[in-house]
């Protein structure tokens, strides 16, 4: 499996008021056999720098591509170890139930500083399947009734307590969408993720 990236970001202006920019595409083919997947993003946001807690307000659209079972290639895009809560990973409660693939992915983003060791974000996210074959992930949603996946809230907390030790917390909650529903034959609920982390450098 072979994967080529790139990878594109305008900044803001340092200590201004500005926008920035940012995107990524990835590409990804095999040797073996006849494949031809993709996935990337792209953001714009506002950051108010010269405002009290300097609020920023962000949009992102993410995807990456799912198979076509009408076709003879393979077009599912292998997320493989995928992560990072600002880059590849699109909302930590809907991936106990999702893998990313066959998935594009709307995120609307709040973001504030009250003071300048602390950092709260909050992210609105709305999951919709690209392909309804979902071969691959979760087996009992293996093929899909409908292309709504779900939303999902979560609030993140960055805390610097010292020089050497930084905290953050997440908190997040997924509605399901009318396929899981549809999988759980009416079953499924919210399902919530709480998770906290200590960073300790030396």
């Known amino acids: 499996l072979w994967t080529a990236g790139g990878y594109v970001h305008r900044r803001a202006t340092p200590d201004a008021p500005g926008a920035w ?21 792209a953001e714009a946001g506002w950051i108010a ?3 009290p807690w300097t609020p920023s307000l962000s949009y992102r659209f993410a995807s990456f591509s799912g198979d076509d079972p009408e076709t003879s290639r393979y077009e599912r895009f ?17 991936n106990k139930v999702l893998t990313q693939a066959n998935r594009k992915t709307h995120r609307v983003r709040f973001n504030v500083a009250p003071t300048p ?35 999902e809230v979560q609030l993140t907390v960055r805390w610097a307590w010292s020089r050497r030790l ?20 009416g079953e499924a609920k919210p399902w919530n993720t709480a998770q906290l982390q200590l960073f300790w450098g030396f």
């Open 78 to 94: 292998d997320t493989r170890y995928s992560g990072g809560l600002d880059q590849w990973l699109q909302g930590i409660s809907i």
């Open 49 to 51: 720098r010269t405002t």
């Open 117 to 151: 060791t602390l950092n709260l974000t909050l992210d609105l996210y709305n999951h919709i399947a690209n392909e309804k074959n979902n071969l691959g992930a979760n087996p009992a949603l293996g093929t899909l009734s409908s292309r709504d996946l779900g939303d």
């Open 166 to 185: 930084f905290v953050q917390g997440i908190a997040g909650i997924a509605f399901p969408g009318d396929a899981v529903k549809d999988a759980t034959e």
């Open 21 to 41: 920019l940012e995107a990524e595409l990835a590409y990804q083919w095999h040797d073996d056999f006849d494949m031809a997947a993709w996935a990337g993003y």
